[in-house]
Every structure is written in structure tokens, then in C-alpha cells.
């Protein structure tokens, strides 16, 4: 599998149901639809980038194997977390929109919400094993669909599917990628 569809696989299913997407959900729920996109896009595409570009530093300057092992083990923690994540109640994951210059909120809000989150780390930790370009392009293809979908079908997805189930799918996957790289 290339690194691009890798890295848009596993960044999308680790985005459903993530705050950002909520957020996305909310905010287009008080701004268009196009306005929500381009600013949490634009927002996602400048993090991703230096999230693939940190890994890139980090995968050259330290060992391979020593690498491998602790992705692996940071994506066991992420399937943890992701199992917690399952059990907060969905109203305490939801931001609230605030006004002002819509698509600069949009952005700030977004870029804020996900510094430092399991994608962006996931981003970095793929990039120390994969091509930055191709984990970068993976990571914001991703992330574009993941806006996408939770400003135009995400509500009607989450009134049939628990957001619960969707974490769960997310920690499932975090930890097969974990022991793949574990098992090397």
C-alpha cells in the first residue's frame, strides 16, 4: 500500500468522530458549508504539513528500529485513548461556534483544536517511516474528506451510528498499525 493511501486511511478513520470533525459539525451549523471547509482545510493542510515535515527531521536523526518501536507503541496509547474517548458523553466533546470573521475562526479554532492531537502525532510518526510529501498529501486528503463529510452528512451519520462505535472502529485501528509496527 503507498504511503499516500496508508496515511489517508488511517487519518481519515482516526478522525471520525474526533473534536475537530464535531467542531466542523458545529460550526457549519452558524456558517456556510464552503466557509467551514476552507478555513478548517486551509487550517489542517499547514498543521499536516509540519507534522510531516517534524517526522521527516525525526525519522533521519534517530535509529530505524528504535523508531519503529515507539510508532508502534505511540499508536497503542492512541488506541487507549481512543477507547476513553468512547466513553466521555458526546455533549462534553462539543465545542461551542463563536462569531466573527468566519472562515479565520474557522481556521483558528481548528489549528487549535488540533495541535498536538493523535492525528497530527500520526502524521508525524507515519513521516518517520514513510515519505514526507506522500504522508503529507495523505494526511490533508484525509482531513479534506473528514471536513466534508462532517459539514454535509456528518450529523445524519452520527444520529445512526453512536459515536461510541466510531471510536471504538478508530482504537481498533490504531492498535492493528501499532503491533504491524511492533512486529516490524
Known amino acids: 500500500m503507498s504511503a499516500v493511501l496508508l496515511s489517508a486511511a488511517v487519518i481519515f478513520i482516526a478522525e471520525l468522530g474526533d473534536k475537530s470533525q464535531l467542531m466542523c459539525m458545529t460550526f457549519a451549523t452558524r456558517y456556510r458549508a464552503r466557509t467551514v471547509v476552507i478555513g478548517a482545510v486551509a487550517a489542517s493542510a499547514v498543521l499536516d504539513l509540519a507534522s510531516a515535515l517534524a517526522g ?7 535509529p530505524r528500529d528504535g523508531v519503529r518501536i515507539a510508532s508502534g507503541i505511540v499508536f497503542l496509547l492512541f488506541a487507549l485513548l481512543a477507547l476513553r474517548e468512547g466513553q466521555i458523553d458526546e455533549d462534553e466533546a462539543r ?3 463563536k462569531g466573527g470573521r468566519a472562515v479565520l ?18 502524521t508525524m510518526t507515519l513521516s518517520t517511516q514513510y515519505s514526507w510529501p506522500a504522508v503529507w498529501a495523505g494526511a490533508t486528503l484525509a482531513m479534506a474528506a473528514s471536513i466534508v463529510l462532517a459539514v454535509l452528512v456528518g450529523r445524519a ?5 453512536p459515536l461510541r462505535i466510531v471510536h471504538l472502529v478508530s482504537a ?3 492498535a492493528a498499525v501499532g503491533v504491524v509496527l511492533l512486529i516490524g
Open 157 to 161: 451519520l452520527l444520529r445512526v451510528v
Open 95 to 97: 465545542p461551542v461556534a
Open 105 to 122: 475562526v474557522v481556521a483558528i479554532a481548528f489549528a487549535l483544536s488540533e495541535l498536538g492531537d493523535k492525528t497530527m502525532v500520526t
Open 56 to 62: 521527516d527531521v525525526i525519522g533521519d536523526a534517530l
Open 172 to 174: 481498533g485501528l490504531f
